[in-house]
C-alpha cells in the first residue's frame, strides 16, 4: 500500500484556474480572470471527496502566493477567497477591493 502524496497546486492558465491534485486526481480548483494587474477569483471549488480535510486553503494560499510572485493583484469576487483574505492579513498589501464596475466586468467576461 502506498502512502498518500502531499497535495499539489498547479495553474492551469488555459483553463484560467489553479487545481489541486492529490494523488494526480483534481480535488479543487479556484477560477479567475485577469483584468489588467489584477486576477479577478470569482470561484472556488472541491470535490466532495475531498471536503473537511483542508485542501481549499492550501489551494487558495498557494494561488495568492503566485499572485503575489507574479506582480499582479488580487480581487476577491469568490466568498471562499474573500473569507481566505479576512483571516490572512498577509496579503491585504495585494489585495483590491471587490466594486461594482468589477462585478460588470465580470459579468461580461464570463458571457
Known amino acids: 500500500m502506498t502512502s498518500p502524496t502531499a ?6 492558465d488555459l483553463r484560467h484556474r489553479y487545481e489541486i491534485l492529490v494523488d494526480g486526481r483534481l480535488a479543487g480548483f479556484t477560477e479567475y480572470r485577469d483584468r489588467d494587474m489584477q486576477r479577478v477569483f470569482f470561484h472556488t471549488e472541491t470535490d466532495e471527496a475531498f471536503t473537511g480535510q483542508g485542501l481549499a486553503s492550501v489551494l487558495v494560499r498557494q494561488a495568492l502566493n503566485d499572485v503575489r510572485r507574479s506582480g499582479m493583484r488580487i480581487v476577491p469576487v469568490c466568498p471562499y477567497v474573500a473569507k481566505f483574505l479576512r483571516k490572512h492579513d498577509e496579503f491585504a498589501d495585494i489585495t483590491d477591493v ?3 464596475e468589477i462585478r460588470h466586468w465580470l459579468r461580461t467576461e464570463l458571457g
Open 7 to 12: 497535495p499539489t497546486v498547479e495553474l492551469a
Open 98 to 100: 471587490v466594486t461594482p
